[in-house]
C-alpha cells in the first residue's frame, strides 16, 4: 500500500466502528428501528441513545472504508511499475479499484444522510420531520444513493478473484476479452 499508516488508521476506525455498534445493542433498550434507519421510526420513535450510537458507529466505519479505498486508488495510480498501464493490470486489481471508487462516490453521501438523521433526533431540525416541513422520503432516496452501489462494492471483488483464479487455472497470460470487461 502507499501508505501503511492510512491503512492501519482505517483497519482501528473500522475495529472501533465494529465495538461502537455492538455497544449500541446494550445502551438503553437497543437500537429500535429498522436495518435502513428510516425515519421517521428513527427521528421520534426511539429516544434512547442506542441509535445515537449505532449513527456514530455508522460514521466511523464509513471514515474507515473511505481511507481504505482513497489508498488503495492511490495505491494502483502510483505504485505499479512504469512499463504496467492500467488496462495491462490484472482483473483483481481493476475490479477492486472500481470498488474503491464506488466506495468514494456513495460513502459521503450515506454519511451526510446519517448526520442529518442524527440533526433530526438531537437538535431539532426537520430534514425528514414533515411536521416541519421536511421530507422523509429525501432519507430514502439518499440511503440507496449508497445502498444501490453496495451491492457492487460486494461483488466486484469476488468477481476478480474469480477472473484471477480462472486466469491460474488455464495456465493463461491474459484473460479472453478482458479488455471488455475492464472497460
Known sequence: MAFPRVNALSFWFTFVALVMIYESFFVGGGPGSSWTLYPPLSVEGQPEV??????LGLHTVGIGSLLGAINFMITVHNMRATAVTLDQVSMFV?????????LVLSVPVLAGS???????????????????????????????????????VIILPVFGIISECVLFLTDKDRLFGQTSMTF
Not at 141 to 148: N, P
Open 50 to 55: 442506542s441509535l445515537d450510537v449505532m449513527i
Open 94 to 102: 481493476w475490479t477492486s479499484y472500481l470498488t474503491s471508487f464506488l
Open 114 to 152: 446519517l448526520l442529518f438523521l442524527l440533526l433530526d433526533r438531537n437538535f431539532n431540525t426537520s430534514f425528514y420531520d414533515t411536521s416541519k416541513g421536511g421530507n422523509p422520503l429525501l432519507y430514502q432516496h439518499l440511503f440507496w444513493f449508497f445502498g444501490h452501489p453496495e451491492v457492487y
